[in-house]
């Protein structure tokens, strides 16, 4: 069985394994506070052109989330999020059990638009209701699709005119800033959004996320968050020599890429064999619909998830490639979908 089901089935880049096993017996301070890690820190200051933001490691996206949103906002507060939004549909809960709700709002593509966030805050008129506060995007989205330069800036404008939080989950950053049709850099976000993260999970780290805070109003105290939440690593350059050695060079993007093209390769495969999308994914996430039939043949080599059943013996299913998805297994996929 070839798993299409993430982006994290497989292990580490084999240069980070080899980072960690030559650095194993040294001895260092604990919690972040290590050389490997200040030096990733400071690297990822360099690549985003600020030196005035402040960058904490993470060991997962959910921790970050969870911390992070808590920690910006007050207990009558609450974040805007897409209906497909992971916080509201892939993390238990977590940031309701921290006490904050999330507002759910439906868009198409998988992306809010201040028309959307408008409609949050209309709905939420006075001190009978938790009152919106910050607005959670991904990029890539939960279904492949990516913010453009321009959607960014309208977004961050809107929240900045109605005093809101703009905040981005980028466990698929890399997959975003990859995509053919990105026009965004990595110091975009460092101007337009309050907070964002950097992930490297899902981009051949064995685990890490790197959270960028870059407004000033919501640093103080943060490692006490962290700690509070069970996110503080104790072997934190873990952490850091991961992130070093992802940023270096340009090593996080050329993982990113890869992900990408395979990913396309199936898209032109499926598309040519006269099947549709349920969205046009510029990333490393596609979403064919196939005959329930054909799903259940393939099923038998190949392991992935069924995103939702249609009518007329249709389902769509959810295809992820990564950085170590090997071309002839998609290449194998795309053949044994004609048989």
Known sequence: MYSFKNDYSEGAHPRILNALLETNLEQGEGYGEDKYTEEAVKLLKEKIGRNDIDIHLFPGGTQTNLTA???????????????????????????EATGHKVIS???????????????????????????????????????????????????????????????????????????EENDLELSDFGSLVDAFYIGGTKNGALLGEALVICNNSLKEDFRFFIKQKGALLAKGRLLGIQFLELFRDNLYFELAKHANSMAQLLKKGISEEGYSFLIDSPSNQIFPILPDNIIEKLQEKYLFIIWQKNNYNTSVIRLVTSWATKEEKVLEFIKDLKC
């Open 69 to 95: 949103i808590s920690a910006f906002l007050r207990p009558h507060e609450a974040a805007v999020a897409v209906s497909t939004g992971h916080i509201l549909v892939h993390e238990t809960g977590a940031i």
């Open 105 to 179: 709002i439906e868009a198409k593509d998988g992306k809010l638009t201040p028309e959307h966030i408008k409609e949050a805050l209309e709905a939420h008129t006075d001190e009978h209701m938790v009152k919106p506060k910050l607005v959670y995007i991904s990029n890539s989205t939960e279904i492949g699709s990516i913010y453009k330069k321009a959607e960014l800036i309208e977004l961050s404008r809107f929240c900045r005119e109605n005093k809101l939080y703009l905040y981005v989950d980028g466990a698929r950053l890399g997959s975003a800033l990859c995509s």
